[in-house]
């Protein structure tokens, strides 16, 4: 058995789709020969860079490979070319599935998206990581069930850990002034419509009009200056700007020490396409984590979970406030997570991957 990662983009393991790419890559090729290949792209691509969008091959492909697109952008080359079997990992489904994505796309960029999906179409097996976008596939796509087969999420346990001593280390590398009475919430990953920041900062402000002295650490690149500019205004509207550190990406080496420097993580998502990965990490972290129904935290995980809708900002705050008034119920609800997130390991999702490999080729065989 042979597989090709195949993308239009050079992702860096930092980035969500990079770290998922990389991270399956390195466990799949312990039972099986994994590559890498670039995609070939019309000439002026290199200045004219939304052709990148609409690679029209596939570089060094070895005939009768998996060829594995690991997001939506790309499966525009599937329409340009007979790539069997193929398998295409949808993270989620974006506008499709969310109005909040809509300021994302213009004209131009909502046609783009249309080609990569008439792409995805035509993928032999997509992968899935919840019933949620199992089921958008088919309503919005009319992806066929049989076609689409759900790997469970996945988290590095060792990476993500318990660490004495983050506070002192974060404090050095990035002139965090920790304050002992003070509470400290964070939230990891970008400021798009859909991540629904509005909604904590809400929550803030219920907060502070209870007197708690809470902090938001907000680690992770904004997506695009647009968005931090409504971050901000949302905040200052909110009246919590002073209660909200901006820390832009860090490296992974870092951000366990981020988590472990928090007492509470939170997630105010409206749209997942699988376990938010924010929650699994801050469980691994051993930190009691408050979300909304949109993280798709399965019933497993509730023990370690408050779970609240995601337009009901006093809710969100009662959930934290429950957990600065209760340090004990606090360090339970982390010590469970991090017991029960220990079970979500990349093993279990390569494995599966594999059966589904497997699947796919023996269907191949039987035609």
């Known amino acids: 058995m042979r597989v090709e990662f195949v993308s239009p ?18 466990h799949l090729e312990r039972s099986i020969e994994v590559s890498v290949k670039p995609m070939r792209f019309a000439p002026f691509s ?18 009768g490979s998996i060829v594995h697109i690991p997001q939506i952008m790309g499966c525009f080359v599937l329409s340009r070319r007979d790539y069997f079997p193929s398998v295409v990992t949808v993270h989620d489904l974006g506008m499709l599935e969310t109005p909040l994505d809509q300021p994302l796309f213009n004209r131009f960029d909502r046609w783009v998206l249309h080609q990569q999906l008439q792409g995805l179409k035509r993928a032999d097996l997509v992968l899935v990581h919840s019933d949620r976008t199992r089921k958008g596939l088919t309503h919005h796509l009319d992806i066929k069930g049989s076609a689409i087969v759900k790997v469970p999420s996945s988290i590095d346990s060792t990476h993500f850990r318990p660490i004495k001593d983050a506070k002192e ?14 509470s400290y919430l964070i939230y990891v990953g970008s400021e798009l419509p859909r991540k629904n920041m509005k909604l904590l900062f809400e929550a803030l402000a219920v907060l502070k009009g209870r007197k708690r002295k809470v ?55 409206r749209l997942e396409g699988g376990f938010a990965w924010l929650a699994m990490e801050g469980m691994a972290c051993e930190k009691p984590i ?20 995601d337009d009901d900002p006093v809710a969100f705050a009662d959930a934290i406030d429950t957990l600065i008034l209760y340090p004990e119920l606090r360090k339970q609800m982390g010590e469970k997570g991090r017991e029960i997130i220990t079970s ?24």
């Open 9 to 26: 983009y050079n992702h860096s393991p930092k980035t969500g789709i990079g770290r998922y790419m990389h991270t399956l890559k390195s």
């Open 344 to 367: 979500y390991t990349w093993q279990s999702e390569a494995r599966c991957t594999i059966e589904a490999y497997t699947r796919l080729l023996n269907q191949s065989d039987s035609c």
């Open 46 to 63: 290199s200045r004219l860079s939304f052709l990148r969008n609409f690679p029209l091959a596939i570089e060094g492909h070895v005939s």
């Open 215 to 269: 902090m938001l650490l907000k680690v992770g690149g904004a997506g695009g200056d647009t968005w931090r500019a409504l971050t901000i205004s949302d905040a200052e509207r909110f009246g919590c700007l002073e209660n909200v550190i901006f820390t832009d990406r860090v490296s992974e080496t870092d951000l366990p020490f981020f988590y472990n420097s928090a007492d509470i993580c939170v997630t105010p998502t």
């Open 290 to 309: 408050v979300a909304t129904v949109d993280a798709l935290v399965p019933e497993s995980a509730r023990a370690a979970t408050f779970v609240v809708q």
């Open 169 to 182: 280390y974060v404090s050095r590398g990035y002139g965090i002034d920790f304050d002992e009475k003070t």
